[in-house]
Structures are given as C-alpha cells and as structure tokens.
C-alpha cells in the first residue's frame, strides 16, 4: 500500500512573516490529515526558519533543489549535506522550471538524484512533457527518455527510495491540468517502464501528479490507480487549499 503524498513547492515566493504565518496555518490544520504525508519545499534561504517551525510535527521540510556537488567553489549553490544538516527530508529535483531555466538535462538530474541520496535525502525526480511534445504524439518518447536515464545513472534500486512526479509542462502554473485519464495514463506508462526492470520497485514507488492542483479538481485526480499524490505549486502557498488537497488523498 502505498502512503500518499502532497508535496509543495512554494517556488521563489514569500517573505520571513509570510512563511512563517504559512507554515503556521498548516500546522494547525495538519492534525486531521492523518492518511497523507506532507511536505512542504520552502526557497532555500527560509529552510532554517521552517526547520525551526516544523520540528517534530507532522510536517515534513523538503527543499526545491540541491548542487550534484556535496562541497566547494560553486557559487549560488546550496548542498546535499547542507539541507540534511537543516533536517530537510526530500528535495525536488528535475522540475521544469530548473530544466527551462537553468539547462538542467536528464544526464544532471541523475546526478542529483544520486546527490541527495548519499546524504539521505529522498528526491522527487520530476518529468513531464511540453505542450507541443504532447501534440506531436511525443510524450512517452520524452519521458521514457527522462525515466531512463535515472534508471541508467543511479540505478532501478534507487527508485525504491525516490519519488516520481509527472508534471506536464503545459499544466504548470497554467490553470490548465491534465484530465484523470490523461494524467493516469502517464502515470501508469512510468510504472510500466520501472516494472520492466524491476517490478518490486515499481509496485512500491510513489508517483506524484502536478500542474495546477487545486482543492476542486485533486478528489478525481486522486482516485485514480497510479497516482499516489501531488506535487502543488500555486496552491501551496495558502494553507486552507493545500490541507483540502491533503484530505482528498
Ligand atoms: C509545480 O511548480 O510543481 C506546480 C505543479 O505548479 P502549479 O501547481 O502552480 O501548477
């Protein structure tokens, strides 16, 4: 059985009094979403506030990316080690905005998959396709291609301590989400492409949905087979819309 989980990423949003009056609200409705595991992904320079707040509840701190590099002359960058040292749990990694704006490949995600897991750290590895992909009948060449190349780098039994997300490009931040049915059957090609290596993993593995997630539209999204929860971006950021995404899990 597989624990679902709502995941949010507050992308470079807030201030010190916003995220903490955040991180606070939910805090405060967490306690009657027992069947979900949450996490929430501040921007880096607010992790040791979170970190502060969230000690020993029931929310996780997750953070938005990590370096491939544990230390050293990389400036900008925050490391694996750092946000362990923070208590972070997960961090997402691959997310399109940092594929579209910074030249992420696959080739680095994997790399920082196997980054945050040294210091045991468990990744969201994100995927998903553009909307001229999906229009061109490309989307499983694209994330086929994605899901390979974390399966050639870290390895399949890597994934028994990761997380998927498919985040079709074109649902981010849009207002437009992918239907059930297209959603799951992504979601479902994912699992297939794992189970063919290695079908243990693939069973267990949580595969996330995200792209304009809201309170309206996560019941439908979440009763279907291969989705185990979601990664939320606008809606993350207030409190009431995030803990009804949690209670429809
Ligand atoms: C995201 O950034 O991961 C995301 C899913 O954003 P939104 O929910 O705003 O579409």
């Not at 990423?9 to 805090?27: E, H, P, Y």
């Not at 995927?127 to 780098?153: F, H, K, N, P, Y």
């Not at 931040?173 to 079908?199: C, E, K, M, W, Y």
């Not at 409190?239 to 949690?246: G, M, P, V």
Request: hydrophobic share 45%.
């Amino acid at each position: 059985m597989r624990r679902p989980l709502i995941a949010g990423n507050w992308k470079m949003n807030g201030t010190r009094d916003s995220v903490s009056a955040l991180i606070d609200g939910l805090l405060v409705g967490a306690v009657d979403v027992a069947r979900a595991e949450m996490v929430v992904c501040p921007p880096a320079v607010f992790i040791a506030e979170a970190a502060a707040r969230l000690d020993g509840g029931p929310i996780a701190l997750g953070a938005q990316d990590l370096s491939e590099h544990a230390a050293g002359a990389y400036t900008g960058e925050v490391a694996g080690p750092m946000l362990a040292d923070y208590g972070c749990r997960f961090v997402i990694i691959g997310h399109s905005e940092r594929r579209a704006f910074h030249g992420e490949d696959n080739a680095l995600v994997a790399r920082k998959m196997t980054a945050a897991q040294a210091v045991g750290l468990t990744p969201i590895a994100c995927v998903g396709e553009t909307l001229e992909e999906r229009e061109s009948g490309a989307t499983e060449a694209v994330i086929g291609r994605q899901i390979d190349a974390l399966l050639d780098g870290p390895g399949v039994g890597a994934l028994a301590d990761a997380v998927v997300a498919y985040e079709p490009v074109w649902a981010i931040g849009t207002g437009l989400t992918a239907t059930p049915d297209q959603a799951q059957a992504v979601h479902a090609f994912i699992r297939n492409r794992i189970s063919a290596r290695d079908a243990t993993v693939a069973a267990g593995l949580r595969i996330l949905y995200g792209g304009s997630v809201k309170g309206a539209n996560a019941p439908e999204l979440f009763t279907m087979d291969d989705i185990d929860g979601g990664l939320i971006g606008g809606a993350a950021l207030d409190a009431n819309e995030f803990l009804t995404i949690c209670r429809a899990t």
